[in-house]
């Protein structure tokens, strides 16, 4: 069974820091990609960033140069920093890992962003 954990949301400020991480654990094996969506209130899931095995990223435009995506494989884990947050960024953020052709999603973590 496989599980992933994500931890890090919160309530900043405009213009404030967050770093989320999602860590997988249980029988998950030969992860390929890992990437991060959002979903704002009565909106669709979207992309945010993604980074593949090679440690290859993409970004939506609306968070290019202020937010980081990066991978730790030897704890299965996978970062987004958040910098220079606004408050349309308030969404709940959830995390992705594909391995062996499946994708696997977190629980969701809320990132309120105050004016």
């Known amino acids: 069974q496989v599980r992933l954990v994500e931890s890090g949301g919160g309530l900043v400020h405009n213009g404030g820091s967050l770093r989320l991480s999602c860590a997988a654990s249980?029988?998950?094996?030969?992860?390929?990609?890992m990437g991060w969506y959002r979903q704002a209130p009565g909106k669709q899931r979207d992309l945010v960033a993604v980074?593949?095995?090679?440690?290859?990223?993409n970004y939506a435009d609306s968070v290019k140069g202020r937010f980081t995506i990066s991978r730790d494989n030897a704890k299965n884990t996978v970062y987004l920093q958040m910098n220079n947050l606004k408050p349309e960024d308030t969404a709940v953020y959830y995390c992705?890992?594909?391995?062996?052709?499946?994708?696997?999603w977190g629980q969701g973590a809320q990132v309120t962003v105050s004016s």
């Open positions: 249980g029988s998950i094996y030969n992860i390929n990609t």
């Open positions: 980074i593949t095995s090679g440690d290859s990223t």
């Open positions: 992705e890992v594909v391995a062996a052709y499946r994708a696997y």
